[in-house]
C-alpha cells in the first residue's frame, strides 16, 4: 500500500493530469456488504459512466471517494499518492467535487450566490468575513463572484444568475449545482444522476453541457440511469452490480455485454 499523504502535504489543485485509481475497495455496513473489492482506473480527459440497478453501491462508492465513507479496505490514488487516510475536506482541496443525487441548493440564496458557496469554504475569506467585511475578504468574494459566473457562462445559464431557485426549472436547477461543482476548477468531478427528474429536451441540453467540460486534466465520472444519455457522452462505462464491478468498457462494448443486458440493460425483445 503507498504511504497516505499527510495532512500538511495537502496542496491546491494544478494543472497536472492524474488518473484516479482504486484498488481493493471493500466497503460495509455492520453485516452488509456494499461494495466487494472494486478495482478500476478513471482516467483524466474522458467521461466516464458508472452504472447499474438501484442499491449497486454508485452512490456508496462516490461517498467514498471523497471521504464520506470509510471503506473497511482499499487504495484511492491520484496519480501515485494515496488518498484514503485523507478529510472530505483535504480531498476537496486537493479538487475533488461532486454534486448530489438530489438537488441541493438553497432556496434563499440567488443561483449565482449558490455557486459561490462552495468557493466561499475554500477561500480564507471565511464567516469572520460575513460579520466584519475586510478589503481582503471584499476582493476575495468579488474574484469568487467572477469564478461564479464564469462557471454558469461555461454551462449557458450566466443569465439565471440573480434568480432564485424557487422561480427556475429543474433542468437550469441541475445545470447550477453542476456550475457550483465545477466553479473552483475540479479535477476529479463526481455528477451523482444529473439527469433525475428531467424531460427529454433538458436532458439533451445536459448531454451537450457535459460533453463541453470535457478537459485533459479533468477526471469526469457520471452516475446515470439515463442510458441514452450515458452511451451519447461516455467514453467508458464501469457497471456495478450488487456492490461488484461486472464489466467495463466502451459504450459499445457494455451494450453488447449479454451480463450486463441481463442484469441491468435489459433485452428490447423482452
Ligand atoms: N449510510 C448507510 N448506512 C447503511 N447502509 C447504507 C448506507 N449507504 C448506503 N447503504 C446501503 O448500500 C447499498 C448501496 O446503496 P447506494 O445508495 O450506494 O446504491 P446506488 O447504486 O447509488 O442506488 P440508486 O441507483 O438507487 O441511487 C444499499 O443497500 C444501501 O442501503
Ligand atoms: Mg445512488
Given at each position: 500500500m503507498n504511504a497516505p499523504i499527510r495532512a500538511e502535504h495537502v496542496e491546491p489543485p494544478h494543472n497536472v493530469a492524474h488518473a484516479l485509481t482504486v484498488r481493493n475497495l471493500s466497503l460495509s455496513f455492520g453485516g452488509n456488504q456494499v461494495l466487494h473489492d472494486i478495482g478500476l482506473q478513471l482516467e483524466p480527459g474522458e467521461i466516464t459512466g458508472l452504472i447499474g440497478p438501484n442499491g449497486a453501491g454508485k452512490t456508496s462508492f462516490f461517498n467514498c471517494l471523497t471521504g464520506l465513507y470509510m471503506p473497511q479496505r482499499g487504495e484511492i490514488c491520484l496519480g501515485s499518492e494515496?488518498?484514503?487516510?485523507?478529510?472530505p475536506t483535504q480531498r476537496a482541496a486537493l479538487g475533488f467535487s461532486r454534486s448530489f443525487q438530489h438537488v441541493a441548493l438553497c432556496p434563499e440564496l440567488t443561483v449565482a450566490e449558490n455557486v459561490m458557496v462552495g468557493l466561499d469554504r475554500q477561500s480564507n475569506a471565511g464567516w469572520l468575513d460575513a460579520f466584519l467585511p475586510l478589503a481582503g475578504g471584499r476582493k476575495e468574494r468579488g474574484r469568487n463572484r467572477e469564478l461564479a459566473v464564469n462557471a454558469l457562462e461555461r454551462l449557458g445559464i450566466a443569465d439565471v444568475a440573480k434568480s432564485y431557485p424557487s422561480d427556475l426549472p429543474p433542468g437550469v436547477l441541475r445545470l447550477a449545482e453542476i456550475a457550483r461543482a465545477i466553479a473552483g476548477s475540479p479535477r476529479v468531478l463526481l455528477l451523482d444522476e444529473p439527469a433525475a427528474g428531467l424531460n427529454s429536451v433538458e436532458t439533451r441540453d445536459l448531454a451537450n453541457a457535459l460533453k463541453k467540460l470535457r478537459a485533459p486534466d479533468l477526471v469526469l465520472v457520471v452516475v446515470e440511469h439515463d442510458m441514452d444519455l450515458i452511451m451519447d457522452v461516455c467514453d467508458t462505462i464501469h457497471v456495478l452490480n450488487v456492490g461488484r464491478l461486472l464489466a467495463s468498457g466502451s459504450p459499445g462494448q457494455i451494450q453488447a455485454n449479454p451480463e450486463v443486458v441481463r442484469v441491468y440493460l435489459g433485452d428490447d425483445d423482452a
Open positions: 494515496n488518498l484514503i487516510w485523507l478529510a
